[in-house]
């Protein structure tokens, strides 16, 4: 199967106690069926090998700060396994683009601009989307399949394992349904947990402009010892 295979390729990583837990529920069988027969029968993004690439870029023990998006890009050369991130040379994305704003109005500077985020995913900022596969040109299309219950027990492994401050930034409503395993968490660690608008066009002026979310993550990791993110790469 499709999945399990990818999987197996990360075997090394401190992940994997996560994914030997979950390869052996059933919903996951399920789901990899489901993905192994929509990669043939149509055009899924990303890649096989990059469908798991958030827990490679971003080890478990190095996760200080989580962005949670919904689903990878469906247009072709877009999708790269890390939420909201592009290759460099891939046209900006309207959400994309949005984040940058905010970030540039935050600084008051425009810095320079990489759509590849995985600057920020080496510093410990774990992108992951809730669903983690999706057809050619149709959003969502992969949504009830099973990815929300990996996630979710990805997103509470992460915040039950590690041990720094811990951030989770959810931009919309989808993302926002999974603020109570942070909640949870702060019992043990400190969390900061910030809900507002999607940074999508649709929804970026109801509540994502303004919301300043990179300077009150680096003020909270800074508040608990943590360096800051550079979040202008």
């Not at 425009?110 to 985020?117: M, P, Q, T, W």
């Not at 992460?158 to 603020?179: F, N, R, T």
Request: glycine share 6%; hydrophobic share 40%; with cysteine.
């Amino acid at each position: 199967m499709l999945l399990t295979e990818q999987l197996a390729k990360l075997s090394g990583s401190d992940w994997s106690p996560f994914f030997a837990a979950e390869t052996a529920k059933p919903y996951f069988s399920d789901l990899d069926a489901f993905v192994t027969r929509a990669c043939k029968e149509h055009t899924v993004y990303p890649a096989p090998e990059n469908i798991f690439a958030a827990f490679r870029a971003c080890p478990l023990q190095q996760v200080r700060v989580i962005i949670l998006g919904q689903d990878p890009y469906h247009e072709p050369g877009q999708a790269m396994g890390l939420s909201f991130s592009v290759p460099d040379d891939c046209k900006t994305p309207p959400s994309l683009k949005n984040i940058f704003k905010e970030l540039d109005a935050e600084s008051g500077l425009a810095g320079l601009r990489h759509n590849d985020l995985t600057p920020w995913a080496q510093q410990g900022v774990l992108l992951l989307n809730t669903v983690l596969t999706v057809e050619r040109g149709a959003a969502f299309s992969h949504a009830g399949q099973g990815w929300e219950t990996f996630t979710r027990a990805a997103l509470e492994y992460a915040a039950e394992k590690g041990q720094a401050p811990l951030a989770a930034v959810l931009w919309g409503k989808p993302a926002q349904k999974y603020a109570s395993i942070f909640r949870q968490a702060a019992h043990r660690r400190p969390v900061l947990i910030l809900e507002s608008a999607h940074p999508s066009p649709l929804s970026a002026y109801r509540g994502f402009f303004g919301s300043a979310p990179f300077g009150k993550v680096n003020a909270f990791l800074q508040e608990h010892g943590e360096p800051p993110i550079r979040w202008q790469s």
